[in-house]
C-alpha cells in the first residue's frame, strides 16, 4: 500500500449555493476511482474537514463518469455574504479535498498520472 495525495488521482469541480457546498472528484482512470470509491466516504471527508463543515455530508456516485459527488451542508461559514471566512466559496474546499491523503494499491500509486517523485 501506498499514501498519496488525491491530486495525484483525480480533479475536482466544486460549487455552493448559501451555505451549502457540493464538491466532485472525477477520477482519471477506472483503477482510481475504485481506490477513491473505497477511502473517500462521507464520514471521512466530514474529518477531513472537521469545523469547516458543521452539517451533514452525503456521497453520491456516479460511476459512469468515475465520479463521486459530496454535498455538505452549514459548509460555507453561513453563506457567501454572511460569511468571515477569508475566502467562503465551494471551489476553495474543492482545493482543500484534493490534499486529502488516502492509502492504495501500490500499483495504482505508480500509475497515477500527477504522482510526483518521492524525495528521500
Known amino acids: ?23 466532485a472528484l472525477f477520477a482519471y482512470d477506472e483503477r482510481s476511482f475504485d ?40 459548509a460555507l461559514g453561513g453563506g457567501g455574504p454572511r460569511s468571515l471566512r477569508s475566502d467562503n466559496l465551494g471551489k476553495t474546499l474543492g482545493g482543500a479535498l484534493l490534499r486529502m491523503e488516502i492509502e492504495v494499491p501500490a500499483e495504482v500509486a505508480d500509475g497515477a498520472p500527477r504522482r510526483r517523485p518521492v524525495v528521500p
Open 1 to 23: 500500500m501506498a499514501h498519496i495525495q488525491l491530486r495525484d488521482l483525480c480533479g475536482t469541480r466544486a460549487g455552493d449555493k448559501g451555505d451549502i457546498s457540493n464538491v
Open 35 to 74: 481506490a477513491i470509491r473505497a477511502e473517500v466516504t462521507a464520514e471521512r471527508l466530514k474529518r477531513h474537514f472537521g469545523s469547516l463543515v458543521l452539517g451533514p455530508v452525503r456521497r453520491y456516485e456516479a460511476a459512469n463518469v468515475l465520479a463521486l459527488n459530496f454535498v455538505m451542508e452549514r
